[in-house]
């Protein structure tokens, strides 16, 4: 594990899933170190989700770093959640029911139409926003209307070369938008928790895995 660097922009999932799983067995609590091991081991990966967001948060607080090492987490995890026969997989099937996994496939789709903008410029503008963005919306419901404007505002930059697919992604962010603007108007706070933020992350996951084998398929 030492000798990986995740934070590559070339490491590979296996690489990125090494060092969580490293980072996550060699947590200093005994007792979580415990139940993120019987985790991996059944499969539950909504429970390895919530141990490993409550370790990192440990570590960083709520910091850049923070979002950065929660980043790689789900970048980690992608392949994980891709596979339908996996253990856990009638857990996470549950989960799909719950509005935070709906906002996670809404937050997915808002990073797709940041990275669909045309112009590299732009488009890395908007990455680099989205990035801090992501970091806090997955905490927290009270940027949702800076999420929600941001992704209005990339919709425009991606239709003026791009109409069909900016009218595809602003299909499927309304597709999501609704609920979530509802959910999040009956919230009691702004703040999720670890188990609304674990299912925000499968959802967020779910959906970029279903549009890249979407993609696959009709390449």
Partial sequence: MDDIDPYRADATTDERTEHVVGVLLADPDPARRYRT????????????AVISLRQLRDEHGTTTAAGAAVGISRQAVDE???????????????????????????LATVRRIAEAIPNRAARDRATDRWIRLE???????????AVAAAAQTW???????????????AADLD????????????????????????????????ERVRVRQARAATE
């Fill in 135 to 145: 970091a806090q919306a997955t905490q927290t419901l009270g940027v949702l209307p």
């Fill in 175 to 206: 597709g999501v938008g609704a609920a979530v603007a509802e959910w999040a108007a009956g919230h009691e706070g702004p703040e999720l928790s670890m188990q609304e933020q674990s299912e925000v992350w499968l959802g967020y996951h779910h």
């Fill in 80 to 106: 994980l959640l891709s596979k339908a026969g996996a253990p856990g997989a009638r857990q996470d099937r549950l989960a799909r029911d719950q509005p935070a996994y709906q906002y996670g496939r809404y």
């Fill in 155 to 169: 919709l425009k930059t991606v239709r003026v070369r791009w109409q069909a697919g900016a009218d595809a992604l």
């Fill in 37 to 48: 091991i019987q985790a991996l081991q059944d499969g539950r990966l909504r429970d390895v």
